[in-house]
């Protein structure tokens, strides 16, 4: 059955495993240009608030960013009536407000297999109150863009530089496709955020004098944002305080000399077991990527390995070995998911602060 918005999209399909936090998930500027399908069984019970009201700062308090970023949206089962103190609308409301096609019905289980088997591909969603031509929709789909070939930037980042707070120290946020979190928890650290464009030069970016940089997270290939690239070679040749995010932290491994890679099918979820190589601590994280820093790669950079995943080994967290430059490969905000990772903001405020790892 569809839902939402009658339309027809085409993009990459991938699933997320976490059981709740579909508003902050969509509203994820990570999934551009995908068609997100929900593994968890039953999706919209709690609606969605209120998405305008932001917080003292000017932030959306509620969402990632100011819209839905995924093309559509896939679900087993949607629930029609919602019930929150929070709530504002349904999940079907939102997305016809937003003109986002959903479908449910859909054995999510099996499409989730078969994704794990096969990789992420290509996909098309259309919802309509006409019949569907299927052979149509074939023939439009073998002539779609490929989500690979697709340039990301110019549509998730900021056009002009947003100032938050009004701290007399700050930290500037290169805006990759960034999630509100990441700007919050900035905040929370004591620093006035400047968030600029992805391709925001660094002159432009010393400018304003920051204590620290942060690379953000975002959709697609890292080695398609060359500008951002350009910037972080140059972070890491001033040796100016630096924290990578997910997109960030495969710009960063790039700018150091590693190589990055395209995951089958990619870490969409909030249950993603890191381990703290520095501790052998093991945190829960959050996660959504379909892109990664290939560990072999690394031997032949300045860099050393802080995080592994626990599941597939792949990179999860990287350090350098002379620089103020970290990254990590997870979403230490959250939003949606587990809290155990905050300390990574408090990591950054010590390379600014004291040139230090933090105590914790």
């Known amino acids: 059955m569809g839902f939402g918005y009658s339309d027809t999209v085409f993009g990459e399909a991938v699933f997320n495993t976490g059981m709740v936090g579909y508003t902050e998930a969509l509203t994820d500027p990570s999934y551009s240009g995908q068609i997100l399908a929900l593994t968890y069984p039953l999706v919209g019970n709690y609606g969605v ?11 959306n308090k509620y969402s ?17 009536t919602a019930s929150h103190w929070n709530l504002s ?27 794990r088997v096969n990789g992420v591909m290509m996909a098309a969603l259309s919802v309509s109150e006409k019949e569907i031509d299927e052979n149509e929709l074939k023939k439009k789909l073998a002539s779609a863009k490929k989500y690979v070939a697709e340039e990301f930037m110019d549509v998730v980042s900021t056009k002009e530089s947003r100032i938050y707070g009004s701290e007399p120290e700050a930290v500037v946020v290169i805006d990759t496709g960034v999630k509100n979190a ?7 650290i004591g620093y006035k955020v400047i968030q600029l464009p992805w391709n925001s030069p660094i002159d432009k970016i010393l400018s304003f004098k920051p204590k620290g940089v942060v690379i953000s997270n975002g959709p697609g290939d890292p080695q398609k944002c060359p500008d951002t690239l350009k910037t972080a070679k140059l972070l890491l040749e001033k040796n100016i305080p630096t924290l990578g995010i997910c997109l960030g932290a495969q710009i960063l491994g790039l700018a150091g ?44 950079t300045d860099f050393k390995l802080w995080f592994t995943n626990a599941d597939d080994n792949t990179v999860e967290g990287i350090k350098h070995k002379e620089k103020k430059c970290i990254a990590v490969q997870f979403h230490p905000e959250a939003s949606p998911g587990p809290f155990d990772c905050m300390f990574i903001f408090e990591e950054l405020k010590h390379l600014m602060e004291e040139g230090k790892s933090a105590k914790r």
């Not at 608030?49 to 932030?59: E, F």
């Open 49 to 59: 608030p209120d998405l305008s009201v932001k917080d003292k700062d000017g932030i």
């Open 64 to 80: 990632e960013s100011e819209k839905i970023q995924v093309r559509g949206l896939v679900v087993h089962e949607l629930s029609l």
């Open 89 to 115: 609308m349904t999940l079907d409301e939102w997305l016809y407000a937003e003109k986002i096609p959903g479908i449910s019905g859909i054995d999510t289980r099996a499409l989730t297999k078969k994704l």
């Open 182 to 188: 990441i700007l919050r928890n900035i905040r929370r």
């Open 257 to 300: 000399g590693a190589d990055t890679f395209k995951l089958k099918y990619g870490h969409r979820g909030q249950n993603k077991s890191c381990v703290d190589l520095d501790n052998n601590q093991v945190y829960v994280t959050s996660q959504n990527h379909g892109y990664g820093i290939d560990p072999d790669s690394l031997k032949k």
